[in-house]
């Protein structure tokens, strides 16, 4: 079955940069969506950036628009979240999702996905 699992994460500076990789294996990137999502403690999940692989429509919330980049290899079963400029409010444990079929939610809404990593965590220090 699908499985979705993250890495990349770990500690950098302020002003420094990270790429997390998200590997999903038994899954079919035509019409899909992909979304990257973070939980910081004590806050709600988060919907930081998504793509959609039908039409390649991306999108970023606006606490990280400008500083990351989502992209995917579709080859290579692979997305991407290259992560620069970090700030310490961007510490928390991110989430690579996916889901499968067209979808009855906006992208960076985590109702929108079926399938879940575990999660790698991203910590910025001051």
């Known amino acids: 079955e699908v499985q979705v699992v993250e890495s990349g994460g770990g500690l950098v500076q302020a002003g420094g940069s990270l790429r997390l990789s998200c590997a999903i294996s038994?899954?079919?990137?035509?019409?899909?969506?992909i979304g990257w999502f973070r939980q910081a403690p004590g806050k709600d999940r988060e919907g930081i950036s998504c793509?959609?692989?039908?039409?390649?429509?991306?999108y970023y919330a606006d606490s990280v628009k400008g500083r990351f980049t989502i992209s995917s290899d579709s080859a290579k079963k692979m997305v991407y979240l290259q992560m620069d400029s970090l700030k310490p409010e961007d510490t928390a444990v991110y989430y690579c999702?996916?889901?499968?079929?067209?979808?009855?939610?906006?992208?960076?809404?985590?109702?929108?996905?079926?399938?879940w990593g575990q999660g790698t965590q991203v910590t910025v220090s001051s």
């Open positions: 038994d899954f079919t990137f035509a019409g899909s969506t």
């Open positions: 999702a996916a889901e499968e079929y067209a979808g009855s939610y906006f992208c960076l809404v985590s109702e929108e996905y079926e399938y």
């Open positions: 793509i959609s692989s039908s039409d390649g429509a991306i």
